[in-house]
């Protein structure tokens, strides 16, 4: 059994079959089978259940893949090291994070990049509650996400920022019940068409804790998955949309009311895994706020 084979094993895994392992990883499918069969007869027993579309782990699979992620790790950390006493940082970094929040990780990832050009930097874009597991499961090494509350199981966590959110409307949308300042409240809010993000998505997370604190029932009247898709619901006076101030000042062209209490917020917190960091991933952490 050799890294490779690993690697392989874990890339079918993660893609969900065998053709998408093979342009993963730059080779012809038939080495991905051949390989897979091969490491499959060294141990006596299947590591996936093929159908005609997809590829499932078995048993043995799914104790494999995570011992075969470590091992792949520690491999990779151990060049790393050798790399560092040399003089040089290589690696690879994967990230995860959610939509909004890219913002946070723009100027460090520029001073990573200028540092350590052969530092490979992987984003990934998923749920908070995905990005959880894949921190726990070792598929992504930190992440920049909204989190509620700062203890997370077998993680760890600083805090980047707070901010509070804004509701976005059209300009010509007259909002009624708006103090003398221009604030709203969640009860107006609540009598207005809502764009809202899909659940799972930390924005709506926030908005939701926000709406059921403050007792304030609401009703969803467009759901979408994309924050450009939000603004062009609003643009068109279809709905409102409660989103942070620093994404709703990207669409200047749309009007921002505060909220006069109850605002909802979020948290933006940098999470890592408990344990030993890669040298690639201190190098990164040096630059973060």
Do not use: N
Request: aromatic fraction near 4%; proline fraction near 6%.
């Amino acid at each position: 059994m050799d890294l490779r084979q690993m690697e392989v094993v874990v890339a079918v895994a993660e893609e969900g079959g065998f053709t998408a392992a093979a342009q993963r990883l730059h080779v012809v499918q038939s080495a991905v089978s051949s390989t897979v069969l091969a490491l499959e007869r060294e141990l006596g027993t299947p590591l996936f259940d093929r159908t005609t579309h997809r590829v499932f782990l078995t048993p043995a699979g799914e104790v494999f893949v995570p011992a075969a992620r470590a091992a792949l790790r520690a491999a990779e950390q151990a060049r790393a090291t050798v790399d560092l006493v040399r003089g040089q940082l290589r690696g690879r970094i994967t990230i995860g994070t959610t939509q909004g929040v890219w913002a946070d990780l723009h100027r460090p990832l520029a001073a990573l990049r200028a540092e350590h050009p052969d530092v490979v930097v992987r984003l990934r874009q998923a749920s908070v509650t995905d990005i959880r597991h894949a921190l726990r499961e070792g598929t992504v090494d930190l992440a920049v996400v909204a989190l509620d509350r700062q203890r997370q199981r077998g993680l760890v966590t600083r805090l980047l920022s707070y901010e509070e959110m804004v509701l976005v409307s059209a300009p010509r949308r007259a909002l009624t019940g708006t103090g003398p300042d221009g604030t709203v409240t969640l009860t107006e809010t609540a009598r207005l068409p809502l764009v809202d993000f899909t659940p799972g998505w930390a924005i709506r997370l926030c908005v939701d804790r926000a709406f059921r604190a403050a007792a304030v029932e609401r009703e969803t009247t467009f759901e979408v998955d994309d924050i450009v898709a939000a603004a062009e619901l609003v643009r068109g006076d279809l709905g409102v949309c409660v989103m942070p101030a620093s994404i709703a000042g990207q669409f200047p062209d749309l009007s921002t009311h505060a909220f006069a209490r109850h605002a909802p917020h979020w948290k933006i917190m940098l999470v890592l895994p408990r344990g030993d960091t890669p040298p690639a991933v201190t190098a990164l952490l040096r630059h973060m706020p």
